[in-house]
């Protein structure tokens, strides 16, 4: 689920103002809101928690540096996650590349569901439904641990798309992607996170 931003009802045009202006408990509330998931981001390509720590705080130094001279072009969501990427990924040579899993198969095994010939068509089968989940305070954790299984492109853009909330533009903007590249690494990423989630429910 995405998070709920500290700027939710505010503008680009007025944050960016206000950010500019000093507006101290508007960094504060972004600075809280995002850096959970940017520290999560920067683990995804550096070594260490220290390492990950150093490239947050150094992508804050260079929002905060550089919003005289943002341009506004893209949301200051998408560009603080670019700013993050780039700061973590100089001088690693980052992977783009898909894994050699085929990113057109289907999310589900379409075994679980009903064919064309049956009464309710496309619906779940009696062996395939998913089972209710009766330790809800569990499934973070879960996912937690999936998140860091997943390659390294999927776990990143599974990250900005539903844990940050970012848009598919945004996402694509912010990881340099081309639109099919981003669907392709959010499918084959939520598909290995419903399969862990339902095997830790089975």
């Known amino acids: 689920m995405p998070v709920l931003d500290a700027h939710t009802d505010i503008d680009e045009a007025t944050l960016i103002a206000r950010l500019r202006s000093g507006d101290e408990a508007l960094v ?3 600075i809280d809101e995002w ?4 520290l999560r981001l920067a683990g995804t390509y550096v070594s260490s928690q220290q390492a990950a720590d150093q490239v947050v705080q150094q992508t804050w130094l260079g ?4 919003l005289a001279t943002f341009e506004g072009r893209s949301s200051v969501r998408s560009w603080t996650f670019s700013l993050l990427i780039d700061n973590a990924t ?3 040579s980052a992977s783009a590349a898909l894994t050699g899993k085929d990113a057109d198969a289907p999310t589900v095994d379409p075994t679980r569901f009903q064919g064309p010939d049956e009464e309710h ?7 395939g439904v998913p089972r209710p989940w009766h330790q809800r305070h569990q499934i973070v954790d879960v996912v937690d641990l999936a998140l860091d299984l997943l390659p390294e492109p999927q776990c990143t853009v599974v990250l900005l798309r539903d844990v940050q909330g970012l848009s ?5 903007s912010t990881l340099r992607l081309s639109t099919e590249h981003q669907q392709a690494l959010l499918h084959l990423g939520r598909a290995a996170l419903r399969a ?3 095997e830790y429910a089975s």
């Not at 929002?63 to 550089?66: E, K």
């Not at 068509?121 to 062996?127: D, R």
Request: aromatic share 4%.
């Open 28 to 30: 504060k509330g972004l």
């Open 35 to 38: 850096s959970p998931a940017m």
């Open 63 to 66: 929002v905060i540096r550089g």
């Open 90 to 92: 100089t001088g690693l």
């Open 121 to 127: 068509p496309g619906a779940w089968t009696s062996s």
């Open 168 to 172: 598919a533009d945004e996402t694509c």
């Open 196 to 198: 862990v989630l339902e």
